[in-house]
């Protein structure tokens, strides 16, 4: 595959094919008889659309006329045997209109805006197209011009006529160049080294690539390099991007001739890399000279392989809401000094909702390459139920969609103004599901249990907890805040002072007796059971104060000092009504 030929085939019109030769049309520089043209060979996939026209070596023919011919057998007929396409090609003619009497003959003016080409179809079989061409000046005979293309290839060589071929190779024949796999893992900050096996079964190029797993938890920057490829005699590799990094460039690419290679190369990992499992992904390109879809080329996918590094653990976020209804998420960071990245908006619309909490800490979904709709997948990650003026409730279940965070909502039930808080509580019962508290007005509270459909009810009947809580204006719950696996919930009574409710892992009796936390919590109008946003697997508390600052609370794992002193991580927040 020449180089010139690759350049030629991403050019449009006559302009890039005379740039092949250095000359540009309307340049007045050889004359007509002076001119060259060749033909030339190119390798066409299922949906490519190859073109035919030859390439311009020197000489202009300004103001006459190309005649392309088109065939299933060679040019050597000049009664046009095989003439045309076969069933299922579409052509294109665009400034080369057929000529009328003929089949697969094009006619085209010089010089020309459009050359003609043909669309193969998906489900091709292995076909070889010839071409052939005739340069006539402004006056000469199109019939003669016709017979001198359809025999050029019978004819002695000329500048002015010449043939080329289209080998349009099918899916099947082009899966016959294959890839077999050796990876190893990758050694924590260590190097390893890694082999492909091709069998090319025609020239062509390999790219490879590298991706993470699916369904794995994804963290941090890829501190993993490739480096070092080497390679026998009848290929060429290069490294355009060492970086694993999805959605890069390729991080090997191979230029292979027919035959058995081993291709082998390092991968390298760094100090800071997380332990992640990747897999390889190649891709054999065997076309030439046409543009052809990415599809077109053989995908090859390994196993996956190790990548051993420090482990991964969830990161947490938030939900804020602000004053005009519009829902934007915090992603977390794994820092502790700056525990979230830049807010994305999740939606608008949310300000009709009168209570509006997560059922447990937003968090960190298993990473997909497509999205992932509410299932077993997205259970657990911060669902939303929000109650609007009217007490309906309404369930907004999680799913992994950058776009749409959260699936269009669900509605629970009516009734629910009898309640003066709603808050999330986690999986109580640690049954997998996550559970719902509501306060009513006088002072009870009541848990929800979840029931983990998708499809019906998302809530059993209430269980009494017990009366009293109307000492506390603000409940905050959802995670284990104590390191005993079981949910937790903080609450703050009226003179400031923060209580720590331990959870039993009970769906009757969910509590046990209050532990006293600290007081001077009274200065905080939005308090968060937030998760673990310090990368430390203690869950951690947030706390917005009367002129928006924010501010963290490390958690030690600890039932009677489960946080340590606060720390400031940003201002600003009181631009929202609801944090969460």
Known sequence: MSKRMRRAAAMSGVAGLLAVAGVTAGAGAAAAEDLKLSGYDAVAGPGSMPRFYPLVESGSGLGGKMVITVGTKPMTDPAGAGAGFPKGYVTFPNSCPRLAGYTGVFVCDWPLVAVPD?????????????????????????????????????????????????????????????????????????????????????????????????????????????????????????????HLTWGAGANLLCELEPGDHVISYELSNAPGQYAQKYRAFTEYDLYSNTPTPPEANVRQWSAAFAVQGLPVKPWHGLHARDTDGRLWGYDGTRKADEPFRSRDEVGTGWGTYTALTSLSPYRQGPWHFGDVKPSAATRGLGDIVGRDATGTLWYHDRQLDWDRPFAPRVKVGTGWNIYDRIDGAGDVDRDGRVDLLARDKAGVLWLYKGTGSFTSARFKAPVRIGAGWGAYNQLAGGAD??????????????????????????????????????????????????????????ADAVARDRSGVLWLYKGTGGATTPFAARTRIGSGWNAYNRVF
């Open 118 to 242: 043909a669309r193969v179809p998906m489900n091709a079989t292995d076909t070889t197209l010839y071409w052939g061409f005739a340069y006539t000046p402004r006056n000469g005979d199109l019939a003669t011009a016709v017979k001198e293309a359809r025999s050029a290839a019978a004819l002695p060589s000329a500048g002015h006529r010449g043939t080329g071929k289209v080998t349009v190779k099918s899916a099947a024949s082009a899966a016959l160049n294959t890839v077999a796999f050796d990876l190893p893992s990758v050694p924590k900050n260590g190097t390893v080294r890694q082999q492909l096996r091709v069998h090319a079964a025609d020239t062509g190029r390999l790219a490879l690539r590298f991706r993470l797993d699916e369904g794995q938890l994804a963290a941090g920057q890829t501190l993993v390099r490739l480096g070092k490829p080497t390679f026998g005699a009848g290929a060429k590799c290069t490294v355009p991007d060492p």
């Open 481 to 538: 805040v104590t390191g005993d696996g079981r949910a937790d919930l903080l609450a703050r009574d009226k003179a400031g002072v923060l209580w720590l409710y331990k959870g039993t892992g009970s769906g009757t009796t969910p509590y046990t007796g209050r532990t006293r936390v600290g007081a001077g919590w009274g200065g905080y109008d939005q308090l968060v059971v937030a998760g673990d946003l310090t990368d430390d697997g203690k």
